[in-house]
């Protein structure tokens, strides 16, 4: 699928630490790439409300006003911790587009690749929890679950217009219930296991979806 052509709307950019022409501008994008990661580890563990700017602070071992010098609040560091989650994405698709598989194929393992970073990037991770605890936080976050339902959709279209999906299947309504079967696998994954049997949970719910819309 040629890059014009992705249909990503995943937006957000990852921060880049590719040193440039001017290395305090390094020096910066790499501090606040620490932040930011710190930031997520606490969020992943003990949640949004349960981590101050100080514990942050503290792990990087950074003062206050040097990480409100990157993130003026701690719904700053939130919002940046989920636009970083989302922004996960794009290389993904990039990754698997350049595999050359048909339309469905790519869904499929476009979702086997979210399974795994699930289970590996603690970013995701913390960006999947903060998205549960939007209501606790006082910042405008990505809407979540539609970028990934448009993505499968425009995918699903596509695997329609080349015959590969069941007669009278909605592609739209196919790429709902797969993103709400993946985060419920990766929910219970994660409540029971912290996400280490993930990837064999997906394959499971994979097998059985991918049977009912696959010709
Ligand atoms: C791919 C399924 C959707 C995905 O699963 C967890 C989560 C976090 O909110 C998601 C999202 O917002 O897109």
Redesign the pocket.
Known sequence: MPESDQATPFRVRPISTRRGPDPKQDRAARTKLLVLTAAAELFAAQGFRHTSVKDVAERVEMTKGAVYFHYPTKEALAVAVVEQ??ARWPALLAQVTAEGHGPLETAARL?EG?AAA?RDDIVVQA??RL??ERPQIDAELPT?????TQLLATLLVRAEAAGELRAGLSPQAAARSL?AA??GT?HISDVLHERADIAERWAETAELLFLAIRT
Not at 144 to 148: A, G, I, L, Q, S
């Open positions: 989650h989302y979702l979210a699930f960006g999947a998205q549960i979540p679950y539609v970028d990934w993103v993946f985060f990766q």
